[in-house]
Nanobody, 126 residues
Framework: EVQLVESGGGLVQVGGSLRLSCAAS????????IGWFRQAPGKEREGVAC????????YYLDSVKGRFTISSDNAKNTVYLQMNSLIPEDTAVYYC???????????????????WGQGTQVTVSS
């Protein structure tokens, strides 16, 4: 059973930083992408960032490039999302997801059933 547990969300002022963590377990995909998508109230989900297990390539939503960095610690089975220079438009619930279909699937924010976490709220105040 796939388990993804997010943490690290919170309330931060514009320009501030947060680091999200996702503790992952229970999957045995040979190749996969793992990363983050978000959903703000009244808006569609959007993929934010992911890492490909096959070659470590990283992918980002255009609006977060240069501000967010995704990384992983394989020894801890944990994926991180360092978010800097936060803006109000980053306010959303952030979800961790893992997908054997690869980076496009994670960035499309249409996860397979059971392959995403409960989410962590990020609120950026102006």
């Amino acid at each position: 059973e796939v388990q993804l547990v997010e943490s690290g969300g919170g309330l931060v002022q514009v320009g501030g930083s947060l680091r999200l963590s996702c503790a992952a377990s229970g999957f045995t995909f040979d190749d996969y992408a793992i990363g983050w998508f978000r959903q703000a109230p009244g808006k569609e989900r959007e993929g934010v960032a992911c890492i490909s297990s096959s070659d470590g390539s990283r992918y980002y939503l255009d609006s977060v490039k240069g501000r967010f960095t995704i990384s992983s610690d394989n020894a801890k089975n944990t994926v991180y999302l360092q978010m800097n220079s936060l803006i109000p438009e980053d306010t959303a619930v952030y979800y961790c997801a893992v997908d054997p279909r690869g980076p496009i699937a994670v960035l499309s924010a249409v996860p397979l059933d059971g392959n995403w976490g409960q989410g962590t709220q990020v609120t950026v105040s102006s």
